[in-house]
């Protein structure tokens, strides 16, 4: 199996256009999040040290290790301290403990200056994540402070040379010794292992059943008894290795969620570990203008123009429309300030109808790109945009639908009942 | 409504209780029964109170008060149809001698301008639609001047106007932006003749043919073959201002609508309580909702002079264009058998809708613009 290392994107993400490409979300707490992202930006313009810019191939280079030098100690540190590596989870850890709209401006201001996340690795994407739903109290506060800061590594210790696919018929093997569990077995494909200082790991604590035999076990890898021996690839990169654990004293305390719990937790964590190479699930739209997407997927004629002229109209008038939409908005929030704005009533539908236009716009550029659903055949950034259009059906329906608006705008803002 | 300065206020509250008071749509009604094309008594009153003025700097003897205020009360007369040299002199005019005229130009005409006593007009439009670089009349280099030769179409108050800001190509062939030369024309010069054209919407429009008409040197506004790229941009502002127009058209198709469909009985019941019509009315509120975001955005772009205009004239000619086409055509709709009478004001408002969404490029000419502006 091949897992990704960090915390960032599998797929490489497009090229950031215009700030003014993006969408945003209209609700009461744009004016609360446009003061989050202004914190960010100056707190990130005073602590992301410029000589990194542009910097983070150089990260993923070398991940799990981290490079060396004054200003990486220091970016890792800065955000280690501030929580931001990690910045939905709960601030008792010492992370940032902001929502997901927050997070996602965060994210938009690292890369806008062209900084990244220097808190990487599985510590963060899987075993945090598990941690925070399966594990105890005392687990939690043991482990997520380190992986907050970026303070330790984390390996992953799943496959087994007679269990790759068939990953439930593992036999590595813990047995209970009253104060402790005592491990034999042998792991591989055990990426990050050889720098690990912990691996999370799947044992066999009973034989009568497959897998509910199985349990989720954290363990020390500088305990006695476990061996690292790197596997060399024909690239010659040594990125996986093979992982012996022989009779390695394990703490009871150790063990996350209950005895025969291990496969349940396991699944779980594949959809966390899924969702970190989704990647941040970048969408063949996100970021970008539409138009931009339609010129790489469309083409264009020899003045440049895109060759679907019908296409072309109309995406010139979406975005007319996306722009009166967005300035709409912008209005309210001055307004808003004098009293309240009779636009705000048709925010949300003016909303929509600028979402899912664009939606179906990129759908249609992407022609039969745009109707795949899985599997390699489609790039990640076409299946999530496939995805997000229909996702994004429900920006019409969720806290009161198209026409329940149109009911309260003309209902309460154009008195067309109250009239008679 | 945009957060307004304290002048600005007054400025508006002043334009809609004089737009009330003085030109309801009624006196438009008036005006075109009587087959003028403006009433020249109400033309007098808007340049007394100094709307004429109000691009024009203050060394010349206007506000200087820019878009921002122009605009208030370009949408203030778009609500009753008032039919005057207002848009086409104190703006467009103003803004083309202001912007590209030299000093001798601008001590002759903005005064004037201001004060009203002259009104100066864009003759530029030759074809079925309104493009510059298609300009084919011809000005020939002669002695000392210019001789023009062609006809104009389009031309608004074109019959009232004491002089033209004519477009012609001393150079190159129609289709070429280089070449063209922008000349101020007195009206009364030899070789002019104009014919009024009778468009649907009642207004001062005219056929203007030039003959041979001879211009000295100090005609020329500009530089020689350069007038492309600095009319764009006045016909930018021109642009917004016919928007702010098409605004305050909206609003008021909009509002008459509602209030009819409020008093109209059919089925024992209002035609408000029918959940149909709600749900067009709501749509076409929040279309106008937009349509304003977009000019008081648009006013301020041009006013700013920067890099932000064009888009922003784009998108107000167009996409207010959309909208004024859309209300004006669901008046008629809504109102029934009534909109479709001369007797009722419906159809003045979706004439008056499509010259304006006409004038100077109509919307698919915007979205194209939008497509090249954006590099697709």
Redesign the interface.
Known sequence: MVYQFVAGRATARPSRNAEKGRSKPMNAQDSQLAAFRAEAREWLAKNFPKSLTGKRDVLMDIAPRYPEGEDWAAWKTAMGDKGWGTPTWPTEYGAGGLSRQEAMILDDEIERIGAFNPIVGMGVNMLGPTLLEFGTDEQRAQHLPLVVRGAVNWCQGYSEPGAGSDLASLKTKAEDKGDHYLVNGQKIWTSGSMYADWCFCLVRTSNDHKHEGISFLLIDMHSPGVEVRPITLISGKQTFAEVFFTDVKVEKGNLVGDLRQGWTIAKRLMQHERNGIGARKVSVGELR?V??V??EYIG?DDQ???SDYDL??R???H???E???R??V??VV??S??GPS??TS?MK??GSVSIQTREELLMEIMGNRGIGWEGDDYLPVEIEQTRQMLQNKANSIYGGTY?I???I???R?????D?? | ???LTEEQQMLRDGAQEWVSKRAPVSAFRATRDSGAVFDPALWKEIAEMGWAGMVVPEAQGGSDFGLTGMGLVLEEMGKTLVASPLFISGLVAASAIKSIGNDAQKADWLTKIADGSAIVTLAIDEGTRHNTAQTAMQAQADGDGFTLSGTKVQVIEGIAADAFLVLARTSGAAGDTDGLTLFLVPANSAGITRTQLKTFDSRGHAKVVFDGVKVGKDAVVGTIGGAHAPLEKVLDVARVGIACEMLGLCQQAFDTT?EY??TRVQFN??L??F?A???R???L??EL??????I??AVREIDAGGDGAEEAA??AK??VG?VANKMSRQMIQLHGGIGMTDQYDAGFYIKRSRVLEATFGNQ?Q???R???L???
């Open positions: 203008p138009h931009e339609a010129k264009t440049g123009r895109l072309r109209a995406i010139a008038r975005q007319m429309w722009r009166a939409q300035l709409t912008a209005r001055e307004e300030k004098q009779e636009a048709v539908n003016a026409e608006q149109a009911n705008i003309s209902k803002i154009l008195g067309m009942l009239h008679q | 409504m945009a957060v509602l469909l409020k019941t209002i408000a309580q959940q019509l709600q749900h009315m709501a749509d509120f929040m909702q937009l349509a304003r975001s977009v008081e955005h784009i998108l167009g996409f959309d698919s915007q979205s194209e939008w497509a090249n954006h590099d697709y």
